[in-house]
């Protein structure tokens, strides 16, 4: 292990009291700069030309992720003896994070730096990693990743893209039919998954452009994203050489999980920047906009709105920079054990499937929320193209789906919970049992602690014993059935994303104001209060929902009655809290948390 005391393995936030985390305002200065860099960038190459990106202009993107690699911002998790700056994975989410700001440009820049280069740099052998890895890192050539089938999405291994040796052993012919592929217009190399022969599980190739018989179908018409490429790509006969095999046979669905996994969380911070952006538009425009002789910015109505914006963004925030150093660590920890560093990296990154699965699905739907409420900000204007909430609002909608939809990932959620609860070191089961054995000796009593850090920490650990709780008895009720009762696991999954976001958001404002000592202090708490007492509010119903649908009627009410105890707070003035909020984005105008 770490010799940090609070390094946590995946899951074992919900057994273990938390007492310090990693926040973004411990980034470092060269991470910073990193980080102004990607901003200059945006500035610069993205913003001035985002109506031609949409418009698809033919050789843009393609220009863009050259112009990006010139600087070196494609190589940011690529080692240096393959022309990358070989920095951490904190440092890889912080790009991430500020380039999710770029729209279309985001989808293409984290498709080529993701799955278009980490499959090749985690499971290519040396040679496969000496010839693609430099031209990827500095953007002479581009990547895609080639996995979705028109009859396999959520279910990929079910793919029949099929590889077949020739009898020389020189080459294996692919046939099939990819769709859905990002940069598959402009890209170089593909990652590209079919089943040898007859094969049960998928192997992975790289496949380049110029092959023989690859073919590309044209340009999708999206709802959203409209300045990435995305195209159907068909394999007739495409002949590709033996040495272009990536990893083992029958690899390849492993590999194909693992890169998921790694999107997965790299969309928890991607949704950062484009969270950020949407809230400068909503506020701008409600400091210019006048109705009945105000400022809209003056109504209660709107203060809400902004208040619940700034809440959310400053809480996926908070759980991203938190998951980003455990990664960090556990990378570390495997290399001072003797992994190398690609063994390390990708056992860190299975380490925290769940909590990469958490971020997934509430950094999503944060900025569903953020982007909606924008275009309500806006009112009528807001439904005009002419708006730059427009492209906010239709860009958003695909992380939802991307990486795997967000009831896959609240079903991986849960599937890990319950993983973790098994393995012989955890102390999930033990814990769970102890709160079911006590349940009857669960007060109505109210939290007794003066200092509000002491009464949140009393406040998380009740949402964890709720969630332990239900996952317990769910599961102990149902037996082998559980697994096939998705309503049932996304409610759990849903208690556990609002835990882990509740803890993180308390464990950053913490440390904020032991660090600060400035006038936003009073605001960090408004914050915490506002979002714990929505997310007592979710795990109450969520549940509700879990027990309405297993419980006997032996247990019915003395669970019901442990989570309405477990979930009460104390009264606080949410209104005010949220106007304070939205009193200092208003002054400030622009996000300034």
């Known amino acids: 292990m770490s010799n940090n005391p609070n390094y946590l393995k995946g899951g074992e936030f919900l057994t273990r009291d938390v007492e310090d985390i990693f926040i973004p305002e411990e980034l470092s200065e060269e991470q910073k700069m990193i980080s102004g860099t990607c901003d200059d960038f945006l500035k610069k190459e993205i913003f001035p030309l985002l109506d031609e990106i949409d418009a698809n202009k033919a050789g843009m993107m393609r220009e863009l992720l050259n112009k990006s690699g010139e600087m070196g911002l494609l190589g940011i998790s690529l080692p240096e003896e393959y ?120 192997s992975a190739f790289i496949v380049e452009r110029n ?23 068909f394999f007739n006969d495409c002949q590709v050489p033996v040495e272009n095999l990536l990893g083992k046979r029958g690899e390849g669905f492993r590999i194909a999980l693992n890169i998921l996994h790694i999107g997965r969380i790299k969309l928890g911070a991607n949704v950062l920047g484009a969270c950020r952006n949407t809230i400068n538009y909503s506020v701008n425009y409600a400091n ?90 806006y009112g009528g204007m807001g439904f005009s193209a002419e708006m730059p909430v427009d492209r906010c609002y239709r860009d958003s909608r695909i992380n939802r789906i991307f990486e795997g939809t967000n009831e896959i990932n609240r079903m991986v959620c849960t599937d890990m919970l319950l993983k973790f609860a098994k393995r012989a070191d955890s102390k999930i089961f033990v814990e769970s049992k102890a709160i079911f054995d006590a349940i009857g000796n669960i ?69 904020l104001m032991d660090m600060h000592a400035d006038d936003k202090k009073i605001l960090y708490k408004d914050i915490v209060d506002v979002f714990l007492y929505e997310a007592a509010s979710q795990i109450r119903k969520s549940a509700a929902d879990t027990i309405f649908s297993f419980a006997s009627d032996a247990e019915f009410s003395q669970l019901q009655h442990a989570v309405e105890t477990l979930s009460s707070l104390k009264p606080v003035n949410i209104k005010v809290a949220r106007r304070n909020i939205a009193k200092k984005l208003i002054e400030e105008n622009k996000y300034c948390f």
């Open 83 to 202: 022309m990358g700056f070989g920095q951490s994975f904190t440092t890889s989410m912080l790009t991430s994070d500020r380039f999710g700001a770029g729209f279309s440009f985001a989808v293409a820049y984290s498709a080529h730096t993701g799955i278009g280069s980490l499959p090749i740099l985690y499971y290519g052998t040396e040679e496969q990693k000496q010839k693609y890895l430099p031209k990827l890192a500095t953007g002479e050539m581009a990547g895609a990743y080639c996995l979705t089938e028109p009859n396999a999405g959520s279910d990929a291994n079910s793919g029949k893209t099929k590889a077949v040796l020739s009898a020389d052993g020189k080459h294996y012919t692919l046939n099939g039919q990819k769709m859905w592929i990002t940069n598959g217009g402009f890209a170089d190399v593909f990652t590209v998954f079919a089943k040898i022969d007859d094969d049960r599980i998928l």
């Open 211 to 233: 092959f023989p018989g690859i073919s590309f179908g044209a340009e999708e018409k999206k709802m959203g994203i409209k300045g990435s490429s995305t195209v159907q790509i």
């Open 288 to 377: 210019e906009r006048k109705q009945f002789g105000s400022l809209i910015s003056s109504f209660g109505a709107i203060q809400y709105k902004l208040a619940n914006q700034v809440i959310k963004a400053f809480t996926i925030e908070s759980a991203v920079y938190r998951t980003s150093k455990y990664i960090d660590e556990t990378i570390e920890n495997g290399i001072a054990t003797g992994k190398d560093k690609s063994q390390a990296y990708l056992e860190a990154i299975g380490e925290y499937a769940m909590e990469a699965a958490i971020l997934k699905v509430f950094g999503s739907e944060v900025l569903d929320y953020i982007v909606d409420e924008a275009v309500q900000i």
């Open 443 to 511: 007060s109505n009593k109210a939290i007794e602690k003066d200092d509000f850090f002491e009464y949140f920490n009393e406040v998380i650990k009740n949402f964890k014993k709720i969630t332990l709780l239900l996952m317990y008895r769910a599961y102990e009720t149902l037996g082998k059935q559980f697994n096939t009762e998705q309503e049932i696991m996304m409610h759990i999954a849903d208690m556990l994303i609002q835990t882990y976001a509740a803890e993180s958001v308390v464990l950053r404002v913490k440390k």
